[in-house]
């Protein structure tokens, strides 16, 4: 009785605490002295309870990490929809909010991993929102929303992925998924957990009798403790945090004998609201009253939710996802899965789901040896701008470069100086996207003889995550689709869209006839291609390109047995091979009249040269390298900016959605009904500021 006390103390102190306060650390060293004092173990494990709890707290210390989560106005969307969003950013141990990342991350993949679009979400009163449209022309599919900070992007295998389905007058291609790595099948475990009623027995068929047993969630050890054959652990399901738990068979030196996850699922990180209609059934279009109250919560404690509202007629197949699903469970299971939610209630499920996997968002076996992990990147809390400043012939660093830098359109004006390895940096250039920034270097004489080069943050390369296909994904394109003939069609603004129609004789491109290069091009983007992507600089068109990718200001052609390949793709500018080391922020994307890519045997056409791929690039002057060299020292950029405030607004003739709003700020609020009889359906997320989730769905019936 006295160990479930100490238990289930320490089970609220994790809901309820902020670990990374200097209180929290010391009310956490309190505990370990308690649970010594209490005598509920000898002086050798509570020795060895002491080190590991000290050990954790130091990993908590040197390494804070975030998770991510997007709410979206719906799951299935047709091509052409906006998607409505808000991205939660949690701490990753108490799912406490938090917003000291200025910035948060939205990408949309198609079914094949290409970047489809990407936008950036400026914090704004502790609210990430926006909206990432869906082009126009996508085709059907399973796609996918990549959302991360800077700081959460770091946790390798960890990334916050969520399936998003779009109904397309064509089915898109999908790229075959790698096989999972992360899944480490053991043959025989040495851990055993049956669950009884509401009690868990956790068993060892190991017969040495130095082991001890770490049982901790999201790094939180609420159990430590002697396991040996003869003598099982109890333990309560109230008595567990919710979540994925990670059981460790720990020996004498510390070493991690066995490691088995299971899943507890007892409400006990949830929080639950009370809605209210002022009605039970409504007439199409007549005002629907809704009132909120959260009587579950603590005293002090708030909550901040967002809620979405679609008419049945295209609320889809797939049901809505789940804030609290996709943080207790998916964002804890490297490699993430596919709607998580369809796990709730089912415990069982969910333990088989965690079979043979391992939980390494901090590398517990080193962990415990005093070896810790150590963050990759870091909170991004301003937009800086960085480059170099090289000599324009031999290409070396220029120290004391002065290097100015301007924003016409807001008046911001700054300079600065670059270091002995000729690098310079401007923080503080926070502006909305579509800004336009114009830098230029001088070496310390004031000569304008050297080299300007911007660099630009990293995107990681996406993987299609090895997910289960999903049968319904066939239904996206519904038989009632087909028109006679076998054309495709889609159901658009009260319209109907027919698929392009294309006629094809020899393969040609309109917009480099006469260039035999560009009409062998594995991929191709022309002038209205481009524009539709709104891409604002080549190294952002070209991650759009499938197997291509950005990395240290270089294109590399994705090689047919890793996502990195080793040498760079080289560059042609208007059928001219330019120098290895040339920026292509020289050319601006205003002048760029298409972009061909030669990642197969078709870079032959280009001789030795092309042997890692070729990017072609065509200006609609035909001669831009002969002037970009005289203008090395300037650069005119324009890098990804937060996006603008947009409110949310209902198109008359498009009521999908009726009703979104990311962040709720009274107790009440009030849409219009769906325009036809039928169903409604309202979901409610969100997080409370003790870190408990929140996710609400109703129907309201419109007659």
């Not at 938090?98 to 990407?118: H, I, W």
């Not at 100015?404 to 390895?421: N, R, Y």
Request: aromatic share 8%.
């Amino acid at each position: 009785m006295q160990y479930l006390l100490v238990v289930r103390f320490f089970a609220n102190f994790v809901v309820t605490t902020n670990p990374y306060s200097i209180n929290s650390i010391a009310y956490m060293k309190r505990f370990v002295m308690l649970v010594v004092l209490t005598g509920l173990f000898l002086s050798l494990y509570a020795q060895h309870e002491s080190v590991i709890v000290d050990r954790i707290i130091s990993q908590l210390q040197q390494y804070p990490q975030e998770k991510t989560y997007v709410h979206t106005d719906a799951t299935d969307y047709v091509a052409g929809d906006r998607v409505w969003l808000k991205v939660y950013v949690v701490n990753a141990l108490s799912h406490e909010p938090v917003d000291e990342s200025l910035y948060a991350y939205v990408e949309l993949l198609s079914p094949d991993g290409t970047l489809t679009a990407r936008v950036k979400l400026i914090c704004r009163d502790g609210v990430y929102a926006g909206y990432v449209d869906i082009p126009a022309s996508a085709d059907a599919g399973r796609y996918f929303l990549r959302s991360y900070t800077e700081l959460s992007s770091g946790v390798k295998g960890y990334e916050s992925v969520q399936p998003l389905y779009v109904k397309g007058s064509r089915k898109a291609a999908v790229a075959q998924a790698k096989s999972s790595s992360v899944v480490s099948v053991r043959q025989a475990s040495l851990l055993q957990v049956r669950r009884q009623g509401r009690l868990l027995r956790l068993s060892t068929s190991a017969t040495a009798d130095s082991l001890l047993l770490v049982a901790h969630c999201r790094a939180y050890p609420f159990y430590i403790g002697k396991l040996d054959s003869s003598a099982p652990v109890v333990l309560h399901q109230d008595s567990i945090p919710q979540g994925v738990v990670s059981l460790l068979l720990v020996g004498k030196s510390l070493n991690v004998v066995d490691e088995q996850l299971f899943f507890s699922d007892n409400g006990q990180e949830e929080c639950r609201l009370t809605i209210d209609f002022d009605k039970l059934e409504y007439r199409p279009r007549e005002l629907v009253r809704v009132s909120l109250s959260g009587v579950s919560l603590h005293e002090g404690e708030q909550a901040d939710v967002s809620i979405s509202v679609r008419s049945d007629g295209h609320v889809g197949r797939h049901p809505a996802a789940s804030i609290v699903s996709h943080l207790l469970l998916s964002a804890d299971i490297e490699g993430g899965v596919e709607r998580p939610e369809r796990f709730s209630g089912r415990q069982l499920s969910a333990d088989s789901l965690l079979e043979g996997r391992l939980w390494r968002r901090y590398d517990f076996p080193r962990l415990l040896q005093g070896s810790y992990s150590m963050p990759s990147t870091a909170r991004e809390t301003s937009q800086t701008i960085t480059g170099v400043v090289r000599s324009s012939v031999k290409k070396r660093p220029v120290a004391g470069a002065k290097v100015s830098l301007i924003a016409p359109q807001t008046g911001f004006f700054a300079s600065t100086v670059s270091d002995e390895k000729g690098l310079f940096a401007f923080p503080g250039t926070d502006f909305p996207s579509g800004t336009q920034y114009v830098l230029q270097a001088v070496n310390a004489k004031g000569k304008d003889h050297v080299e300007l080069l911007v660099s630009e943050r990293e995107v990681a390369p996406f993987v299609v995550p090895d997910w289960e296909d999903d049968a319904e994904e066939a239904s996206l394109l519904a038989p009632d689709d087909v028109l006679a003939g076998g054309q495709s069609a889609y159901l658009h603004d009260e319209a109907i869209v027919l698929d392009d129609i294309e006629v094809t004789a020899a393969r040609r491109n309109s917009a480099s006839e006469g260039n035999v290069y560009a009409q062998m091009a594995d991929v191709s983007f022309g002038l209205h291609k481009i524009e539709e992507l709104g891409a604002t600089c080549l190294h952002e068109l070209l991650r759009h390109i499938p197997g291509v990718f950005v990395r240290d200001n270089r294109c590399y052609v994705r090689a047919a047995t890793s996502i990195y390949n080793d040498y760079p793709a080289a560059i042609a500018v208007d059928g001219v091979m330019v120098d290895g080391s040339y920026d292509l922020d020289n050319i601006q994307m205003q002048d760029v009249a298409r972009v061909d890519v030669f990642k197969t045997g078709t870079t032959i056409l280009w001789g030795p040269m092309g042997g890692s791929g070729v990017i072609s690039i065509t200006t609609r002057e035909g001669n831009y390298g002969e002037t970009s060299d005289r203008q090395a020292n300037q650069k005119k950029i324009s890098p990804l900016g937060y996006q603008r405030e947009t409110p949310f607004f209902v198109q008359p003739s498009d009521r999908r959605t009726l009703y979104w709003n990311p962040h709720l700020t009274a107790d009440a609020f009030d849409f219009n009904a769906a325009d036809e009889p039928g169903t409604c359906r309202m979901v409610i997320e969100g997080v409370t500021s003790e870190g408990r989730l929140i996710h609400e769905e109703r129907l309201i019936e419109v007659q």
